[in-house]
């Protein structure tokens, strides 16, 4: 194995890139409600803690025990990881509260206090896998786009001295091609993977692309997504529809 | 007469996935019950291969009716790509469920994980039914984009494919194009014993 790679475990995205993430690196996932953000993320924790890396994962969206049963369902999942210590889950909001942080707008210092707890948690933890789902949501309670900016940078710039790869999760609106709510989030990303939708037929297809990966010769090309009860899976996509759609649109 | 284009459709197929990777069966829709048995007789024949087929002419449940009880065929599974989209909800342990026939990547995804379930020195093959009916519910370019991407990866894994075409009047033009993509061609006619 490639000590310098993360591999996710899901086999088509490892090939896609080559392997897998540079160790180290800060991921956004990045789509709308029901694209599969919160599922790739914990096939990828799963993944790891079976091959005896540590992960966390910070929920802010879903209530522990909701996500918990979402993840009894599928077969990667293996609750023995959360109770042998290999993946710790917790919910953000508990720790705000406890933190004195239930306020709608951090300010700077609020902030800095956050930042400090994520990663002596995750020192502490060994973690060498940890997500934030999402993002956005914790942005939200920033102030301004320097404040997100600074959080970001500082929180991948630790993790990735500790060789911790962080996903973060970053909401868009269904069937927009952007990447974050702020328009901050990917610029500070080392690689960005879109989680997407296309139409056929009245069906929607479920899609998956590596906008971007630092570090890796990764495949650019749309891949169609399935969730099923063995997790995530991936096969490339038909391109033939989605061309002729575009030619008539352009002819239009 | 019926059982002599049966026995002898059943030879030809089994000649012809010897030799070839790929065959394509042309035929026209009277003769689709004979040729459906004399396929469930190949496989039966094999049973020691692992068999999937996809089935989008009719849904699994009709191949439960027209061979009853399917347990005699334990080798093959079926990748059922209608029933759920025409409302019909039933499970079966010998048959993978698609929401829609629009879904072609997620048909590959099912038919690749069947296989890999297989014992690894099994022999593998592959029946796609039929080509026509798929270019009911998609584009006929992308029916072909997705028989060449199936074919090339079946070819790969080293798994023999089977895909039937019904015939309606005169050859579709798209129909044509696909069908000599495979290594062999059967053409199904009222003469053909």
């Known amino acids: ?252 | 007469m019926t059982t002599t284009l049966v026995e002898g459709l059943k030879e030809r197929i089994s000649t012809s996935i010897s030799m070839y990777e790929s065959l394509g069966i042309v035929l026209p829709g009277t003769n689709y019950i004979d040729l459906i048995q004399a396929l469930f007789g190949c496989i039966r024949e094999h049973p020691n291969d692992a068999w999937v087929y996809i089935a989008v002419t009719r849904p699994f449940e009709s191949f439960t009716k027209m061979l009853g009880d399917l347990s005699r065929y334990p080798n093959v599974t079926f990748v059922d790509c209608i029933s759920r989209a025409s409302g019909i909800v039933r499970r079966d342990e010998q048959c993978v469920y698609i929401e829609s026939p629009t879904m072609l990547e997620k048909v590959v995804m099912e038919v690749m994980n069947l296989f890999n379930k297989a014992p690894e020195n099994a022999g593998k093959c592959l029946i796609l039914d039929s080509l026509s009916t798929l270019m009911i519910y998609n584009d006929p370019p992308l029916v072909i984009e997705f028989f060449y991407h199936l074919l090339n990866k079946m070819r790969s894994e080293n798994i023999h494919t089977i895909s039937l075409v019904i015939e309606e009047g005169e050859g579709d033009k798209y129909i044509n194009k696909m069908i000599y993509l495979n290594d062999k061609i059967l053409k199904v006619r009222d003469t053909f014993i």
């Not at chain 1, 306020?103 to 940890?130: F, G, N, P, Q």
């Not at chain 1, 320097?146 to 970053?170: N, P, Q, V, W, Y």
């Not at chain 1, 901050?184 to 080392?190: G, R």
């Open chain 1, 1 to 252: 194995m490639n000590k310098d790679k993360c591999v996710t475990g899901i086999k088509e995205l490892d090939i896609q890139m080559d392997g897998g993430i540079p160790v180290g690196s800060t991921v956004l996932i990045v789509g709308s409600s029901g694209s599969g953000k919160t599922t790739l993320c914990m096939q990828f924790l799963v993944n790891g803690a079976k091959m005896g890396e540590k992960g966390v994962f910070f929920t802010i969206t879903e209530p522990l025990f909701k996500l918990m049963s979402n993840l009894e369902k599928f077969e990667f999942f293996d609750k023995s990881l959360i109770d042998n210590g290999m993946i710790t889950v917790i919910d953000l909001r508990i720790l705000f509260e406890r933190m004195g942080l239930d306020v709608e707008k951090y300010t700077v210092e609020d902030a800095s206090a956050l930042l400090d707890v994520i990663k002596d948690i995750a020192k502490e933890l060994e973690a060498k896998r940890l997500v934030i789902d999402s993002i956005t949501a914790l942005c939200y309670r920033l102030q301004s786009r320097e404040m997100i900016r600074d959080f970001i940078f500082k929180l991948g710039t630790f993790l990735a001295t500790i060789k911790c790869t962080t996903f973060l999760t970053s909401e868009v609106p269904p069937r927009e091609f952007k990447f974050s709510q702020y328009g901050i989030e990917e610029f500070i990303s080392d690689g960005i993977i879109f989680l997407g939708d296309v139409e056929r037929g009245g069906d929607l297809i479920r899609t998956l692309q590596i906008i971007k990966m630092r570090g890796v010769n990764h495949s650019r090309a749309k891949y169609a997504m399935s969730i099923t009860s063995r997790g995530i899976e991936l096969a490339p996509l038909l391109k033939v529809e989605e061309i002729s759609s575009l030619l008539s649109r352009k002819v239009r």
